[in-house]
């Protein structure tokens, strides 16, 4: 049954090229648990009960109804997909999912099977890449279309970006696999490493942290006792002196000479607050003092930074530049990709995209 509906869906959403999808959807619960979600300045019902578990992206939503059934909403329209419930794996652009050996992909306007005999344990998901371990003991890649072998035996660890896929091999390489390129980056195993756009951040064994960036090798720090995070383009890490740093586009900044107080990174976006409780930014290479305090909360989605500031009106920053959300106090809020839910009180709620605000009551 999953396999006809599943060319049934390929016919459909060719069909949808002249027809387009929504974008940044907002499901929700309301007061009385039913299952909404909002989508092009529309408010749509979709169960009549509350909805515990689903998945979103920047055109879809797929979600496990109260029968447990898996259902897919896409371009204004719910389609089930099947009546068991399969492991599922989303990003902004991708919605991969697994029966058995079998596997799943919405990609674009196009829901097909990519997969026939993948090993049945998880697979590495991105917003472009899809890698598997298959029932030949190979380790297999999806991208644009086609799929091609990386390894002639299977691996088991990995990391993944949006767009690059960082691996150990059977001698203990660590390769990276970046824009449909195959790359050797270190000859030895290290003792951490973590996918970026186009890069691999790792701690070589005696300790060293090295970025290879555009096919560069760059070495940012000899002790990594502080560790390191990675997203997208960014690395932050601590340097010899305990100094805060992040790396970005093959060059280093220096943002504290100390730890900061918090700090949170996701996708392209940092922020962190300094001793005196400043609330800083980093992006695309600047720093910008948000506030001259660090809000209590903080959401950070699809390069866009949301919080509430000293008067609790919201607050966002995207592409630079900051902008008011909400004239009104917010007693709470959420935010799914560039979608921000939020309460003015217990029965009027708004969605603001992009700086276009709409009322649920």
Same mark, same amino acid.
């Given at each position: 049954m999953t396999n006809r509906?599943?060319?049934?869906?390929?016919?459909? =959403?060719?069909?949808?090229?002249?027809?387009?999808?929504?974008?940044?959807?907002?499901?929700?619960?309301?007061?009385?648990?039913?299952?909404? %979600?909002? $989508?092009?300045? %529309?408010?749509?019902?979709?169960?009549?009960?509350?909805? $515990?578990?689903? =998945?979103?992206? *920047?055109?879809?939503?797929?979600?496990?109804?109260?029968?447990g059934r898996f259902q897919l909403y896409f371009g204004g329209e719910k389609h089930e997909?099947?009546? *068991?419930r399969p492991n599922v794996y989303s990003t902004d652009h991708f919605l991969a999912y697994q029966f058995g050996s079998q596997i799943f992909l919405l990609e674009g306007n196009k829901l097909h099977q990519i997969e026939s005999w993948a090993l049945q344990e998880d697979l590495w998901v991105s917003d472009s890449i899809v890698a598997y371990?298959?029932?030949?003991?190979? =380790? *297999?890649?999806?991208?644009?279309?086609?799929?091609?072998?990386?390894?002639?035996? /299977?691996?088991?660890?990995?990391?993944?970006? *949006? /767009?690059?896929?960082?691996?150990?091999?059977? /001698?203990k390489q660590l390769k990276l696999f970046s824009r449909g390129q195959q790359y050797i980056v270190w000859p030895t195993q290290p003792t951490a490493f973590t996918a970026g756009q186009n890069l691999v951040a790792f701690q070589t064994g005696i300790g060293d942290l090295q970025v290879w960036y555009e096919d560069e090798l760059y070495t940012l720090t000899y002790n990594t006792n502080g560790g390191f995070d990675v997203s997208d383009e960014l690395v932050t890490f601590y340097d010899d002196l305990g100094g805060f740093n992040v790396f970005y586009q093959g060059v280093s900044y220096p943002l504290l000479a100390y730890r900061p107080l918090s700090y949170e990174l996701k996708e392209n976006q940092l922020v962190w607050s300094d001793r005196n409780g400043f609330f800083f930014t980093f992006y695309k290479g600047e720093i910008t003092r948000l506030e001259s305090y660090m809000p209590d909360e903080i959401t950070i989605d699809n390069n866009l930074i949301v919080y509430q500031d000293i008067n609790g009106r919201l607050k966002g920053f995207s592409q630079g530049e900051k902008y008011s959300i909400s004239s009104r106090i917010a007693t709470d809020f959420d935010q799914i990709n560039q979608a921000v839910l939020y309460r003015e009180n217990r029965f009027r709620w708004h969605i603001n995209i992009q700086g276009e605000d709409y009322t649920f009551e």
């Open positions: 509906k599943t060319l049934y869906l390929v016919l459909f =959403f060719s069909a949808l090229l002249v027809k387009g999808f929504g974008q940044f959807l907002y499901p929700f619960n309301d007061n009385f648990n039913r299952f909404y %979600v909002f $989508d092009e300045g %529309v408010f749509e019902q979709l169960e009549f009960q509350p909805v $515990d578990e689903y =998945f979103v992206g *920047n055109a879809y939503l797929a979600y496990f109804d109260p029968r997909l099947s009546l *068991n371990n298959d029932v030949y003991n190979r =380790f *297999n890649v999806y991208q644009t279309d086609s799929a091609q072998t990386l390894e002639s035996w /299977n691996i088991y660890t990995a990391s993944i970006s *949006n /767009n690059s896929l960082a691996y150990l091999d059977i /001698n």
